[in-house]
């Protein structure tokens, strides 16, 4: 969507034909795994934007069966009305929620730090061990030894993990030294002895820190370096004023953590009969 020659919204969108059934469904661009999903609107064209992109989808209604906007936050411009276009109805469902611990720290929050700090004290008395965030000279590395230490955990459940692919560790690669140069890259390693064995990955924005993705050495199992590696994400995040998102799964140990489940819709659009 344009306006005098400039860019006033972004919806990514494709039409999917390979489901088990014979439907033709538009989805969002990242339709699958993600967390969330949106398009993007300027504020002061975001109702302006979803008006052309409703209608668009209904001018070429003859392409598709069904629209689907999946991982949507309440606040979404995709949950607007649909403006009294007769040709389209559309409903939204609550969808698998994210995890997330909000700006003001929890009683369960600060007992999980003081555990963490426990942890680490004990660790660093038999140990001895450092946490570095990572830089444009040990970005490499810490990848390199991220990449390991989570396909290492995954295989060893007979899993192939999120990495397993040259393809998609190339891309992790080419986002995160992106990241890094805009300075939103979260990227936390853990060394002993000079052995990396665990890694926080994930990134900033705005006013939220996203835990995406992390690996642990097994062998360090039994000092608690992933609790260690979480609590210093936790900390960080809460010190640069950020709630610290979990990211979508109900694993029980988010939630020792003080984290609450977030709100996720989703969308769906179909033809008026």
Not at 137 to 165: C, I, M, P, T
Not at 167 to 185: E, W
Request: with cysteine; charged share 30%.
């Amino acid at each position: 969507m344009w306006t005098n020659h400039q860019l006033a919204g972004l919806a990514p969108l494709y039409i999917y034909e390979k489901g088990t059934d014979s439907a033709r469904r538009i989805f969002l661009l990242g339709t699958g795994n993600s967390d969330y999903l949106d398009a993007i609107f300027r504020p002061e064209f975001r109702r302006s934007c979803w008006d052309a992109l409703v209608a668009e989808i209904a001018n070429r209604r003859e392409l598709w069966d069904e629209c689907n906007f999946p991982r949507l936050r309440p606040d979404s411009p995709l949950l607007q009305d649909l403006g009294g276009e007769p040709r389209l109805i559309a409903n939204s469902t609550e969808e698998k929620p994210c995890v997330t611990l909000g700006l003001s720290p929890t009683t369960p929050t600060d007992r999980m730090l003081k555990t963490a700090n426990t942890y680490a004290r004990k660790l660093q008395e038999k140990e001895g061990f450092s946490i570095e965030h990572a830089t444009a000279a040990s970005l490499d590395e810490l990848l390199s030894a991220f990449e390991q230490l989570h396909q290492r955990r995954w295989r060893a459940k007979g899993f192939s993990g999120v990495l397993s692919e040259d393809r998609d560790r190339s891309f992790h690669r080419q986002v995160a030294s992106r990241f890094l140069k805009a300075g939103t890259l979260m990227l936390y390693a853990m060394r002993i002895q000079e052995k990396i064995v665990s890694v926080v990955y994930g990134f900033h924005h705005r006013d939220r820190t996203y835990s995406y993705l992390t690996g642990f050495d097994p062998d360090y199992r039994r000092h608690s370096v992933g609790t260690i590696m979480v609590g210093h994400a936790i900390r960080q995040s809460i010190e640069s004023r950020r709630s610290f998102d979990f990211l979508k799964g109900q694993e029980p140990y988010k939630y020792r953590w003080g984290a609450h489940d977030e709100v996720v819709l989703g969308r769906t659009i179909r033809k008026a009969r």
